[in-house]
């Protein structure tokens, strides 16, 4: 269970479950956000209380063990295995394309927001919405949250979703298809637009982020949001430097642990120095 403080109640699961023959899909990870609702006026995450309290507490120095254990407790693994290596590293190899379904202009705005903020903060991903769904690679499907279920059973089969329902009562779910190089060719994100900006905005954030490659949720890194126990609403700057080792040129779409570790220590002085400048962090 993730608990955030005040109002919401939230957790996480990493799912891998076998592949569609049909669709040829090699590998389905899922990470599923449950959150119970909220009311809060539509907002920016810099405009919401909950987001601003966290920003002014947000521990920002880390060493370089503090960093890459979280890189790899998040990069590698899942949290719940069903099928499907999850000993490689997971990742877009190009440019990653956003297109949102929904009706509700307001959510869509926040949730430009949130993809132009990644933008901003991760170097070597090129990441950006997109108006058509044909050319997209990420799919964000916007849906109420007595349309949840359905949406679900949709996307994953009837079968799947009564068993995604009965165990997690879901309200925010992603999941990403991968080819046999590990390399991520499409990722689906269900968000709910009904419970609240702080909900909304903290579901997009981790599905978002965790549909490029980091699915695996742990416990004992106190500072993601990959977390159980932590709730953020923003892009934060230990999350930052995940995804700014994950997408380095360097770090590779199917590298084991131990091939990454050969080239960390270059690629983490790069991403300090990146995360240190678009954020203004001292010394």
């Known amino acids: 269970m993730r608990v955030a403080r005040m109002r919401q109640r939230c957790r996480t699961m990493s799912a891998f ?15 599923v956000l449950t959150c119970l609702p909220e009311a809060a006026p539509i907002a920016a995450a810099g405009e919401l209380p ?17 960093i890459v254990e979280g890189f790899l407790k998040t990069a590698f693994g899942a949290e719940y295995h069903l099928a499907g290596r999850v000993d490689r590293i997971r990742k877009f190899d190009g440019p990653v394309r956003v297109y949102a379904e929904s009706d509700r202009a307001d959510r869509k705005t926040q949730l430009a927001r949130v993809v132009a903020d990644i933008a901003h ?15 997209a690679n990420v799919r ?13 059973s949709s996307f994953y089969g ?27 060719e499409h990722s689906d994100v269900i968000l709910t637009v009904d419970n609240g900006d702080f909900t ?18 742990t416990a004992s890194v106190p500072w993601t949001m990959f977390n159980d126990n932590v709730s953020m609403g923003y892009f934060d700057v230990y999350d930052q430097y995940i995804l700014n ?32 400048r678009v954020n203004d962090l001292n010394d």
């Open 200 to 217: 909304f905005l903290d579901c997009a954030y981790e599905e978002l982020l965790q549909s490029l490659g980091p699915i695996n949720d």
């Open 245 to 276: 080792l994950l997408y380095d040129p360097r770090i590779k779409a199917g590298m084991t642990v131990a091939e990454v570790k050969a080239v960390l220590p270059a690629v983490l002085k790069d991403g300090r120095a990146w995360v240190k």
């Open 158 to 184: 009837a079968e799947k979703a009564r068993e995604i329902r009965s165990s997690l009562d879901p309200q925010c779910l992603s999941g990403f298809r991968k080819n046999d190089n590990f390399e991520i």
């Open 50 to 66: 909950a987001v601003a309290s966290r920003q002014r507490a947000e521990k920002k120095s880390f060493t370089d063990n503090e």
């Open 121 to 135: 903060r991760v170097q070597h991903l090129d990441i950006a919405m997109i108006d058509t769904n044909e050319a």
């Open 140 to 152: 964000v499907k916007l849906v109420r949250d007595r349309d949840l279920f359905r949406t679900i």
């Open 17 to 31: 479950v076998p592949p569609s023959p049909a669709l040829r899909i090699t590998l389905l990870a899922l990470a």
